[in-house]
């Protein structure tokens, strides 16, 4: 077996134990919630305890759980009656233990899903397979850099930029979509220019969808610090994230002497409108999967 198709096993045991951990916590989360509602109905007068919704059923989503929780406040009123009501019976939920294991089961999930997003970035190279298709794997809107004031698509367009190159290196075919700015967009200082959203695509089927995201080349913060930076872009602003100090460091604040990298070929599209084919995507579908 290749290091590659070791690779994408490892990520499929990592994806089958996320969605088996979340399968069981949406069966015990609506254990929690009939559990819960019975703590509320204690705490409800004959009329109130009408009114309360029943527990969600599993699988039970926690947006479930915390919607019928809510609406079961509710149910207790707001006068002084009911803020006593409500906070017996979050004492009673309290000494259940419920609190305590909705946040063990939310570290669990997360320590799931950090594998699972681990697991996808040591797969080396492109994934496809059954049902390959076009799949959005990054989207980058002039709103995520609005902070950047008339600099925001000059941001949103390099990140997205980035992203598409980091695929392209790892070996995607790869489509890059500039979608006009809705009607429905107000005008204002971030949205003066055509374009509010730039796509990138990459060719790949459901498991790429999820693992591509996760994938990049190896190379230094220095390198990435000016691959910003060649894109013509401040990456101290593009990541917010990262200390000035250090852009200066890597020598990212001054321009690579290799110059820019020839530019991408964006099509432009309607911000709703759906992708049209390519020449030879049909052909694409009876390429071998990959990894090997």
């Given at each position: 077996m290749s290091a590659a198709a070791s690779a994408l096993d490892a990520w499929r045991v990592a994806r089958a134990a996320a969605l088996a951990l979340r399968d069981a916590h949406e069966v015990e989360m609506a254990t929690i919630a009939a559990t819960a509602r019975a703590a509320y109905?204690?705490?409800?007068?004959?009329?109130?305890?009408?009114?309360?919704?029943?527990?969600?059923?599993?699988?039970?989503?926690?947006?479930?759980?915390?919607?019928?929780?809510?609406?079961?406040?509710?149910?207790?009123g707001k006068g002084a009656k009911g803020v006593a009501a409500i906070a017996a019976a979050d004492a009673d939920v309290v000494s259940r233990g419920l609190d305590v294991r909705l946040a063990a089961m939310f570290d669990e999930q997360r320590a799931a899903g950090e594998a699972e997003r681990e697991a996808a970035s040591r797969v080396p190279g492109p994934v496809s397979g059954d049902g390959a298709s076009w799949r959005l794997i990054r989207s980058v809107s002039i709103h995520a850099y609005g902070t950047q004031g008339l600099g925001a698509a000059s941001y949103a367009r390099a990140s997205a930029t980035l992203r598409a190159r980091d695929l392209i290196e790892l070996g995607y075919r790869v489509r890059c979509i500039a979608r006009r700015r809705p009607a429905s967009l107000p005008v204002g200082p971030y949205y003066l220019g055509p374009i509010w959203a730039w796509d990138v695509y990459a060719w790949t089927c459901s498991e790429g969808e999820r693992i591509a995201p996760h994938q990049s080349p190896l190379r230094s913060l220095a390198d990435d610090l000016r691959r910003a930076r060649d894109e013509g872009v401040n990456p101290a602003a593009l990541w917010s994230c990262v200390p000035h100090r250090l852009v200066e460091a890597a020598g990212a604040?001054?321009?690579?002497?290799?110059?820019?990298?020839?530019p991408l070929a964006w099509e432009t599209l309607d911000a709703s409108e759906p992708l049209p084919p390519l020449a030879g995507d049909a052909n694409l579908l009876d390429a071998p999967a990959s990894p090997a």
């Open positions: 109905a204690a705490a409800c007068t004959p009329a109130q305890r009408a009114r309360l919704v029943p527990a969600p059923p599993a699988p039970c989503r926690f947006s479930d759980l915390q919607h019928a929780y809510r609406s079961w406040r509710d149910a207790l604040d001054r321009v690579s002497d290799r110059g820019p990298p020839p």
